[in-house]
């Protein structure tokens, strides 16, 4: 099935650092999408990359497809203690397996005011 | 709040014993999944249900069986529970099926078995 790498698995930060994660797949992905979990919290959908080369902006979150289409990176300025949490990626399988995703393992980020 | 009611927050139970999850999809959205969240494997797919049918079906173990009811809410048992069977259900729903959808999720329910 569908398998997505992501690193690193724990970032530390002080208040004010940036923090990028990245996700990578050995095959061609036909779009990826991040989401973000507080502690004690669920999933929150963050945004979704389709296009090859595909950039897009929220706030101080940069999100990042490659142009292969195999990796995505999910880039925050200037972080803040509200940052804190795992932020997935998620891959869909191909053909008819819908809407069946395969989450990365995540990357924990702790911010230290 | 993502609109996605799963009930109980809490369940505790022993070994041997068969329990029911219960999710209520947002209002509009046809698609409900359920994944197990744990430590050691992080967030894993069991199953999909779109408008009643299964759709999808990930590494959901023979003891565990879902359904999806006509008003659209989702049942998970789990049954023969195992120690191993301790971690977070979650269950997330889409307005439709296919994979550009976003997945809207529950707060979840947390399995401890004893």
């Known amino acids: 099935g569908q398998q997505v790498m992501q690193i690193p698995q724990y970032q530390h930060v002080q208040e004010g650092e940036d923090f990028t994660t990245y996700c990578n797949s050995s095959t061609t992905l036909s779009n990826i999408q991040w989401y973000k979990q507080r502690p004690g919290g669920h999933p929150v959908f963050l945004i979704q990359l389709v296009k090859s080369g595909e950039v897009k902006k929220q706030k101080r979150l940069t999100f990042q497809f490659g142009e292969a289409k195999k990796n995505s990176s999910l880039h925050i300025t200037a972080t803040q203690t509200t940052d804190v949490g795992t932020y997935f990626c998620a891959v869909s399988a191909g053909g008819t397996s819908y809407g069946k995703l395969t989450f990365g393992q995540g990357t924990i980020l702790t911010v230290h005011p | 709040d993502s609109g996605v009611t799963q009930t109980p927050k809490h369940l505790i139970t022993a070994t041997g014993q068969r329990v029911t999850l219960r999710c209520s999809p947002r209002?509009?959205?046809?698609?409900v999944y359920w994944y197990q969240q744990s430590l050691d494997q992080g967030l894993q797919f069991l199953i999909q249900y779109y408008n009643g049918e299964e759709r999808a079906k990930g590494n959901i173990l023979e003891r565990f069986s879902a359904q999806q009811f006509p008003d659209l809410h989702s049942e998970l048992n789990l049954s023969s529970l195992e120690l191993g069977d301790s971690a977070l259900y979650f269950c997330?729903?889409?307005?439709?099926?296919?994979?550009?959808?976003?997945?809207?999720f529950g707060d979840g329910t947390r399995l401890s078995i004893l």
């Open positions: 997330a729903s889409s307005a439709r099926d296919n994979r550009n959808q976003p997945q809207h």
């Open positions: 209002s509009g959205d046809l698609s």
